[in-house]
Structure formats: C-alpha cells, structure tokens
C-alpha cells in the first residue's frame, strides 16, 4: 500500500513540475505579447527570465536557503504574474506553452544573476580589502 501511495506522490509532483514548466513558458510568452498590460509584461518578463536562468540568485549547494528560491520564490513569482495576466490570454498562453517542445533559456536572467553576483563579490572586496593608514 505504501508503494502505491508513493507513485501517486511521485505522478503528483511530476504533473505540478510540468505545469510550472508549462506556467513559466506561457509567462515567457506573455512579456512579448501585445495584450498584455506592461505591469503584467514586467512581472512575467521578470519571474520567466529567473525561473529559466541556469543560475540561481542563491547557489544551490548553500544548505537551506539554495532551494528556498526554487521551492517558495519562483511559485510565489509564478502565481503572482499569473494572476496579473487576464485570464483568457493566460489560457492562450499555456496551451502555446503546451506547444513549445524544447525549453527557452533566458540568457538575459543569467546575465542579471551573473551581474548580481559580480556586482556583490566586488562590494565585498571593497569592504574587507586591506587599506594602507595614512
């Protein structure tokens, strides 16, 4: 009984991974869509170009807060940007993203987040670099 049960959690989490998927892609779509308000355009654009980067703003392989990003941030993101999508284009949308067969990487989100960390490891040099008295 216990087997059974947990295919049934596993087919559950593959069928919510693939509608985030699918949800994350029809969010990449509405940033370009003409329909779509532009507070909704910034929102999707923002949420889909993380969501699809190779690189996360907090590192995986740091414990606890490596996955807090991919299991609570990019969800809350998703419903966030969905709900300010109306919602009859959303559902235009998701049955294009249904469409779509290979996954779009956002090198836009992976040179923001590559940025960021840039940007961050450099303020730390800045901060603890050794300074010469005067």
Not at 75 to 95: K, N
């Amino acid at each position: 009984m216990s087997e059974g049960r947990s295919r049934g959690l596993l087919a559950r989490m593959k069928d919510w991974a693939r509608t985030i998927r699918a949800d994350v892609i029809a969010l990449y779509l509405a940033a370009r869509h003409p329909l779509v308000p532009w507070y909704a355009k910034l929102v999707a654009g923002l949420v889909a170009a993380y969501a699809l980067s190779p690189i996360d703003l907090i590192p995986d392989f740091i414990p606890v807060l490596g996955y807090l990003d991919d299991i609570i941030l990019v969800p809350l993101g998703i419903l966030l940007a969905v709900r300010l999508v109306p919602r009859d284009l959303m559902s235009e949308l998701r049955a294009e993203a249904q469409r779509i067969a290979e996954r779009p990487v956002s090198r836009t989100g992976a040179l923001l987040i590559l940025a960021l960390w840039i940007l961050a490891a450099g303020l730390l040099l800045w901060v603890f670099w050794p300074r010469q008295a005067a």
